[in-house]
């Protein structure tokens, strides 16, 4: 079993800056692929960024186009921790963000394709 804590969201105006957090524990992998996913009040969860590490190729990075170019996803491994960077913040980002693992290779961008999810925590961007 794999246990994925997020921290980190909170109340801020548009234009700043909150760095999330998704701490696992439990089981570790060789390969997997960690997901950020958000869901905003009354519309379905979209996908927002991937990470995937992979022995035979290393880490790849996937973004949606609305947070290309302001939020950045990382990870400290010796922590077992990943982190998004979101930069530049919109009201429309307003949502709960939810991180997911999945050690599977299929698709990063469904929330079906993963195995494992946290609590979520929630940012507001006020306008």
């Known amino acids: 079993q794999v246990q994925l804590v997020e921290s980190g969201g909170g109340l801020v105006q548009a234009g700043g800056s909150l760095r999330l957090s998704c701490a696992a524990s439990?089981?570790?992998?060789?390969?997997?692929?960690l997901g950020w996913f958000r869901q905003a009040p009354g519309k379905e969860r979209e996908f927002v960024v991937a990470?995937?590490?992979?022995?035979?190729?290393?880490?790849?990075?996937y973004y949606a186009d609305s947070v290309k170019g302001r939020f950045t996803v990382s990870r400290d491994n010796a922590k077992n921790t990943v982190y998004l960077q979101m930069n530049s913040l919109k009201p429309e980002d307003t949502a709960v963000y939810y991180c997911?693992?999945?050690?599977?290779?299929?698709?990063?961008?469904?929330?079906?394709?993963?195995?494992?999810w946290g609590q979520g925590t929630q940012v507001t961007v006020s306008s």
């Open positions: 990470i995937t590490w992979r022995t035979w190729s290393g880490i790849t990075t």
């Open positions: 439990g089981r570790t992998f060789s390969s997997y692929t």
């Open positions: 997911a693992m999945t050690t599977n290779n299929g698709g990063y961008a469904s929330g079906s394709a993963y195995d494992y």
